[in-house]
Every structure is written in C-alpha cells, then in structure tokens.
C-alpha cells in the first residue's frame, strides 16, 4: 500500500524568527537550503508516484533541493492564511491578547491580500487534498504520495487523514526541513513516522550547534504564555 509523505520546507528568514509566515512568499535561507537539500537520503529510497507542492517558494525550492521530480502545484496546499497576524509573532499577540493561542482563538482580518482564514477553512483545503490523492494512496501496486507544504497546514492535514478534528493538529510538532510518514494499519490510516530530520540532522546550523526550528509562525512555548498547550513554542522548537 502506497504511503502519505509530508515534507515541510526549510527554514525561511521569518520562521527563523518566529514570525507567522502564511501567504508571504520568502525564500529559503541559506540555512534552509542546505536543509532542504539534506532530505535527499530520506527520500531517494522511496517510490514515488506523485509530487504535490504549495505554490508558495519556499515549499517549491525545498522539493527541488529535496530531489523531487515532476512537481506540481496546488493552490489548497498553501499555509494558513493567518490574515492580520501575518508577519507578527506569538509574544507579540500575546501583549494585547494575553491567552491567545492560535488553535483556539484563530486569527483576526488582515488585508485584502490574506484576510485570513478559520482553523475550519484550513480543514476544508486538506479535505479536498485528501480527496485528491486517494485513489493515489488507494493502488495497491502504485508509489507513495509526496506532499511539500508547510507546517501549520500539514499539521491540520495529518489529522484530517487520521480521521481527528482540524484542532487536532494541534497534537503534531512539526519542525522545518522534516519528513513525515502515514500508511496503514489493518486498512485504517496510522502515523509510520514523524518529524524525521536528515541523516545529517536537519536544523543544525554550521557551527553545529542545534537551530530553533520554528513553525511558519509565531514561537509557542511555555516561556511566551503557553504552559501546557501542545504543540506551540520558542525555545522548544514549534511545528508550522
């Protein structure tokens, strides 16, 4: 039975830092390409039948530097939409809005470019991915299913094919330049492996010492007002 891969992208100058990176397009640092081309030995050994990225660069440059081929692009893959908390951190919210937590409370409007979406909304596009690909991961005989998009969207994504609630994403850390694996048990959809660096360990910088691998957003950990929510943090690494 073909496998669900979900790769997200290397590390961009505002995940670096923590800032909610939805539908801004950055490039890779490089930092991030030397991540993303380290995912090649993870992904070298598999079969692959077919190769989904978001339009956004940073997750097309990541399945170029990955090894991948004969990517397409599709629009439902992009990141969150975090409208008028686009490029502005978690402490940063958290000064007006000392609780907020974006699984929870969502985002608030932002401008006619990314207005934002609801955790709802962002369910429904991974659906409709999910629709998609399964006579892909249906065949018997056919290859796995590479998915390169980022980290808060492959988190709802993950969930939504393990049959859980969008809010459940919530629950999967998931670091930059990271390869991720979903098969079956018994029929029924089941993790195989997750947030799986390079061979050479992905997120370490060259001097060796461990980066922050911050999701395509703001850091949540319990240092930024986050005690004891799942997955969200700055100084350990959060899953966008």
Known sequence: MSELLLVRHGETEWSRTGRHTGLTD???TEVGEGQATALR????????SLVLASPLGRAVRTAELAGLTDIQTDPDLREWDYGGYEGVTTP?????RPDWYLWDDGVIPG??????ETLEEVGARADRVLARIAP????????????????????????RRLGLPPAAGALFRLDTATVSRIGTEHGRPALVAWNTPSPGGSGTSGSGASAVAIPDGAPESASDGSAGRVGTGAGAASAR
């Open 26 to 28: 950055l490039p890779l």
């Open 41 to 48: 030995p993870l992904l070298a050994e598999r079969t692959v």
């Open 92 to 96: 940063e919210i958290q000064r007006t």
């Open 111 to 116: 401008p006619a470019e990314h207005p934002g």
């Open 136 to 159: 892909r991961l249906g065949s018997a005989d056919g290859g796995d299913v590479v998915l390169v998009a980022h980290g808060h969207f492959l988190r709802v994504l993950t969930a």
